[in-house]
């Protein structure tokens, strides 16, 4: 892998603390070298990446890297949320592969290097809301989905975009027990998949991606709930026919294809009208969740007529 500096960045005097504080670490990580910085942090993440800071997210409050970092979902590796960070640190995202199949006129085995050198990274400052009611605001690097796609050269029958993560039962424990269909699998319609808000991520806060949150690669779709984004993702494949999901391949009732940030739409055991943000305290409000996770202006034409209800 090769290890590059972070360029440095000009955060405005009026951005709030927490962002000045996550910019210092990144000016840290430039000004002392990949292995000091590497030495410094306390989970396995690795090398500084070389990425462009978008105007994307600029002003939200970012939450703490240890509480992006530490409170996950992984179920390959875990059920808990302290266990992915916990328990994936023998994985060994890379190498890598990612095989782009179905269709489109550029079909193959790529690796993640080659695959990753070839686009441009950009940090964008999402929040990010899980289907459990917990949200929080992360630095994420990545590559709009939609460049990369266009290399595949999808055809006209390309209706959705199908995901699946890697399945090697040996480093991924869970994958021996049936709590799930085995590999993770999330698929997106192709108006979703090239929507400009659409990141394949490798990064967050300034370093390659910790393997809890998704090493080597994952997705990011903002304005849907956290399952839609995939983790260490080994295929794409591009179909005609709405692709099976894992979650909703497992309980149909409580998980839609869509899976839209709605404070309308409920989930069958609990209200999706507020959301608790990582990191405040016991005795802070909660929330209100914003339709379509605060993306509306960006993303709700995409799902002008249809019934919320319906197809959640
Ligand atoms: N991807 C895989 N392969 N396996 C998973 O269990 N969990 C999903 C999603 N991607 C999951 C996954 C869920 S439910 C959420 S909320 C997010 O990852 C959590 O991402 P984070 O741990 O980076 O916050």
């Known amino acids: 892998m090769l290890i590059r500096h972070a360029r440095p960045s000009d955060p405005r005097p009026s951005e709030l603390t927490s962002r000045a504080l996550y910019m210092d670490r990144r000016r840290f990580i430039a000004a002392s070298g990949a292995s000091l910085a590497a030495a410094a942090l306390p989970l396995p993440a690795s ?68 695959l990753i050198r070839t686009h441009r990274l950009e940090e964008r400052i999402y ?22 796609i266009a290399r595949f050269e999808p055809t006209g029958a390309a209706k959705y975009v199908a995901f699946r993560t890697l399945y090697d039962p040996e480093v991924m424990p869970m994958q021996r027990s049936g709590v799930l269909d085995w590999p993770y699998r999330e698929g997106l319609r192709m108006d979703e998949a090239l929507h400009p808000l659409t990141l394949m991520v490798v990064g967050m806060y300034g370093e390659e991606l910790p393997n809890q949150n998704g090493a080597p690669l994952r997705l990011i779709v903002p ?12 295929s794409i494949d591009f179909v ?5 999901t894992t979650w ?47 993306y509306a202006d960006e993303v709700a034409h995409l799902y002008a007529g249809m019934d919320r209800m319906k197809l959640f």
């Not at 990010?128 to 994420?140: K, L, N």
């Not at 005609?240 to 099976?244: G, K, L, N, R, V």
């Not at 404070?263 to 409000?285: C, I, K, N």
Request: with cysteine.
């Open 47 to 114: 090398a500084a990446l070389d990425f462009e800071t978008t105007s994307h997210g600029r002003g939200l409050e970012v939450s703490d890297r240890e509480d992006a970092t530490r409170y996950n979902n992984f179920y390959e590796f875990a059920l808990d949320k302290d266990g992915p960070a916990e328990k994936s640190g023998d994985f060994k995202p890379l190498p890598w592969t990612v095989r782009v199949g179905g269709a489109c006129h550029k079909p193959g085995v790529h690796d993640y290097e080659d």
């Open 127 to 148: 929040r990010f809301r899980c289907v459990e009611a917990w949200s929080m605001v992360v630095p994420w690097i990545g590559v709009p989905l939609a460049d990369m």
């Open 223 to 234: 304005w849907k709930y956290g399952f839609k984004s995939i983790k260490s993702i080994v």
């Open 240 to 244: 005609e026919d709405m692709p099976q």
């Open 248 to 294: 909703s391949m497992s309980n149909p009732r409580e998980y839609g294809f869509y899976a839209n940030v709605d404070p309308e739409v409920d989930h069958p055991r609990w209200s999706q009208a507020r959301e608790r943000r990582l990191g405040d305290g016991l005795f802070t409000a909660k929330r209100d969740t914003l339709y379509l996770n605060g």
